[in-house]
């Protein structure tokens, strides 16, 4: 099936960057390392044992987790593949191919992520132990929907990527938008610090996007944070997201390919 | 040496002549990354609810450091924006045109590109230093100023000595070195904080074998009339120039080294 | 009295050879296995002040690796090169003033920037006085037309320009010595044909010594009374390109119509190259078989309205000294 072998695709062409690989661990240990300390400094002048819940241990698993997933969720690193055909009007050949354009990234990208979660995750979640004690789940059914959640995660990040860079379908300028959307995602997805540390009205304006089920939901679920009703609450709305973010990333691309048919690009 | 400088301002403004053709590009680049990175600094913020300081520390002075790291990194950044692209101006073969030209490799190199889209992080860092600067309890005199304009200046000859490490490696590898940013977005999120939360083994690392806490914790420790919580020497803030320097010192060394190898292996 | 002299020249690579696998990749990172590629083996020439010399060879022989040691971006592994008393590599910047490169794959100019501002860079490069910069500006306006787009952006010009606007920007420090690496690759043939005109043009009224490396041999007919051929790495031919000609120039064609379609019109000792109707092309080499016995030949079997014997051209020659290999032969 070409979905299938797309995704094995992307898979594989990660393995030719072993290099680049391995610098890329290196250095999201060392920024591991450089948050789990300022966590440390942080519950230290608090004065207190939890702060939204979280724990000083739930804290420092906070910033392994977000170092050893955030390459693989599109936090860290930045996509602009169908932005870039869109520019140079490449698109216009890939748009005469019998595949369904969104899946066809999709396949792609998954391949990627999949790829950066078992050889930039783990070893990650591998090493972190040695330094500090990590809050661990504590049943097969914690790790189950955690799995869940990592998956729905990881098609609600694609989105977010692909349906900015479909933007160019009508900005020519949409890659500078596309940045900021790409920092401000680290922000309000709860990557840079927890949502719970948020005050209430910032946190608030945080839930109306779908950017923390790409990190925070996961990441709570993990941790323990989200238990009984409040964690089905949260897979919840990020199975509304993975379903309400692909139709709208269905419909802003056929927008745009509708209008690019129309003005000749 | 002015027709050097006379020259290299002629370059970059031609560089910034043909930016200008991408003119509403640069602005959103500029826009975007001035507003994402505040974004980040909004999260310091936050923790600083939970807080009243961070190891002694209050969030001006926090701004302070993060601001200082964040200006000088980025501006270094741009400066050497020639070494930022050298791996691809070696992998293109673009290096030879430099070889053919009569003037030196390194001058035409520094001389062959200015990412102008990178001033949006300069520009943030510039803003949350300046923030810092008028919110902070301190008395600027002479010797304030003179003590950031030496902190700035060794920040930037700091990170330009990494970055010009970082490119040289593209003389052996096809990439250059990516582990570089470890010691270059790694060191200035380093010292966007007090030095002092850190494990003692990597203060010891950034202070004795890469002089990374120089760049702007011990001359912040001067500026605020802070003791230095690991005992050093008071004399520690003055050394931050000469001691940044000698990391550009040691870039340069390393680039002459490299250049010899692409010269006799070719590329 | 020789310009450029190289002596007993050597190049030798040493290429990394990498093991694969994961484990192999970080075996890599510990110690590295190498094997040595000698590009350029004991190659000597000299060349006077004003030659136009063209310098062959398929891809891979070692004419770029000459050219780059010749303009000073590597050095040599042994031998020796002075271009009038210099020494390329040790002393660069006096040497670069006094040549011109271009590269027939990639532009030395400014990408996003209009020409004539990239002449002007050059110019404050280069330090040429105003005057003398605005005389050869003219000149070159002139010979090469550049007017029509010395306000473009060099990304934005066709091949043929950008390797006009190139060939201007390497002459404008007035060099004594210009190295053309595939100078007329990928162009059209109009524009190959200004190119070659204005080189020859410098070459003959200004006396500027040329070497230009190159795979098209039209170039090489229209411009180059001088060749070296290089193969592996060696200099294999050095000379008139007459004499390579009269050397090696042994496979000649015959074109014969026939009065007839005949079935098998073969002949030993030919071959039959193609064949379109009732015509029929034959090469056939001067050591074999002369033309007069094939034309015998073939009067004796079949009638023939009309025939055109082809003496071999340069391309041919070229192709049949590559494919045989008969240069390397002689030397080993």
């Known amino acids: 099936m070409l979905y299938l072998a797309l995704f094995r695709k992307g898979f594989q062409r990660m393995m030719a960057y072993r290099s680049a690989t391995l610098a890329g661990i290196a250095t999201n240990f060392f920024f591991g390392l450089l948050r789990t300390y300022l966590f440390i400094a942080v519950f230290d002048a608090s004065g207190q044992v939890s702060i939204g819940g979280f724990s000083l241990r739930d804290a420092i698993t906070f910033t392994a987790l977000t170092q050893a997933f955030g390459s693989s969720l599109g936090i860290i690193n930045w996509w602009w593949e169908v932005g870039k055909t869109i520019e140079s009007g490449e698109i216009i050949t890939d748009l005469t191919k019998p595949f369904h354009y969104f899946s066809f990234w999709l396949s792609r990208d998954l391949g990627r992520m999949v790829f950066q979660v078992i050889f930039r995750g783990l070893p990650i979640m591998i090493v972190y132990p040695f330094f500090f004690e990590l809050t661990w789940p504590t049943s097969m059914a914690q790790w189950l929907l955690f799995s869940l959640s990592l998956s729905m995660a990881m098609i609600i990040s694609f989105c977010w990527h692909f349906w900015m860079n479909c933007l160019s379908f009508w900005f020519v300028n949409a890659k500078g938008f596309g940045r900021f959307a790409w920092l401000a995602a680290a922000f309000f997805s709860g990557f840079l610090i927890p949502l719970s540390f948020f005050p209430d009205w910032l946190k608030a304006i945080a839930m109306w996007t779908p950017l923390p089920a790409i990190i925070n939901t996961p990441i709570e679920i993990y941790l323990g944070v989200a238990q009984g009703a409040a964690l089905w609450e949260a897979l919840g709305l990020q199975l509304f997201w993975v379903i309400a973010f692909t139709i709208i990333c269905e419909l802003t691309f056929r927008a745009g390919r509708k209008r690019l048919v129309i003005q000749g690009g | 040496m002015i027709e050097g400088f006379r020259l290299y301002a002629r370059l970059m403004s031609a560089q910034i002549r043909s930016q200008m053709q991408y003119k509403m590009s640069f602005i959103m680049e500029f826009a975007s990354t001035f507003m994402g990175m505040i974004l980040e600094f909004a999260s310091v913020v936050v923790l600083f609810i939970h807080m009243p300081a961070l190891d002694g520390w209050t969030l001006a002075e926090v701004a302070f450091l993060y601001g200082s790291a964040e200006f000088a990194m980025a501006l270094s950044q741009v400066i050497t924006s020639g070494f930022d692209v050298f791996p691809e101006t070696v992998r293109l073969g673009k290096f030879d045109s430099i070889l053919i030209r009569p003037r030196n490799a390194m001058f035409q190199v520094f001389a062959s590109e200015l990412a102008i889209r990178r001033f949006g992080r300069a520009a943030q860092g510039l803003f949350v230093l300046g923030i810092a600067i008028w919110w902070m309890d301190v008395d600027w005199g002479v010797a304030e100023w003179s003590m950031l304009a030496v902190m700035i200046l060794g920040g930037v000859v700091f990170f330009a000595g990494l970055f010009i490490i970082g490119a040289t490696f593209s003389f052996w590898t096809v990439e250059g070195l990516e582990a570089m940013n470890i010691l270059t977005y790694g060191g200035s999120t380093m010292v966007a904080y007090p030095m002092s939360i850190y494990a003692e083994w990597m203060r010891n690392v950034f202070i004795f074998i890469i002089p990374l806490a120089f760049v702007n914790y011990y001359p912040s420790l001067f500026l605020l009339n802070k003791v230095d919580p690991f005992g050093l020497p008071g004399f520690m803030p003055f050394l931050s120039l000469p001691l940044c320097s000698l990391v550009l010192l040691a870039s340069l060394v390393f680039w002459h080294f490299g250049i010899k190898r692409y010269q006799s292996t070719g590329h | ?332």
């Open chain 3, 1 to 332: 009295m020789s310009f450029i002299k190289v002596d007993q020249l050597c190049k030798t690579f040493k290429v990394a050879t990498h093991k694969r696998g994961f484990v192999g990749a970080i075996r890599n990172l510990a110690s590295r296995q190498h094997s040595l590629v000698k590009a350029v083996q004991d190659i000597s020439f000299q060349i006077k002040r004003g030659e136009l010399v063209g310098y062959l060879g398929p891809n891979g022989a070692g004419k770029s690796t000459t050219i780059k040691m010749l303009t000073g971006i590597l050095v040599p592994s042994s031998g020796q090169i002075t271009v009038g008393n210099i020494i390329p590599w040790e002393q660069r910047n006096q040497h670069t003033r006094r040549i011109g490169v271009v590269f027939g794959q990639r532009t030395n100019l400014w990408w996003d920037l209009p020409v004539i501002e990239s002449f002007d860079l050059l110019k404050y490069i280069y330090n040429v006085p105003e005057d003398r910069f605005k005389q050869n500006l003219k000149k070159f306006e002139d010979l090469l037309e550049l007017g029509e787009f010395s306000n473009t952006p060099v990304r934005s010009l066709s091949l043929g320009q950008r390797m006009r606007a190139d060939l201007a920007a390497a002459l404008l420090h007035d060099p004594e010595v210009v190295f053309l690496d595939e100078p007329t690759i990928g162009l059209d043939v109009v524009a190959k044909d200004r190119i070659r005109t204005f080189i020859k043009e410098i070459n003959q009224n200004a006396g500027v010594t040329f070497i230009l490396t190159t795979h098209d041999l039209g170039d090489v007919q229209k411009l180059c009374r001088r060749v070296m051929m290089i193969d592996h790495g060696k200099l294999l031919f050095d000379g008139p390109l007459q004499e390579l000609q009269d050397r090696f120039g042994q496979e000649r064609e015959l074109e014969v119509d026939f009065a007839d379609d005949y079935e098998d019109v073969s002949i030993p000792g030919a071959k039959i190259i193609q064949q379109q109707g009732r015509q029929t092309t034959y090469r056939f080499s001067r050591e074999q078989m002369s033309a007069s016995k094939l034309i015998q030949s073939l009067a004796e079997k079949f009638q023939i309205i009309d025939l055109t014997v082809r003496e071999p051209d340069v391309e041919n020659t070229i192709r049949h000294i590559y494919e045989k290999k008969l240069l390397s032969h002689q030397n080993d």
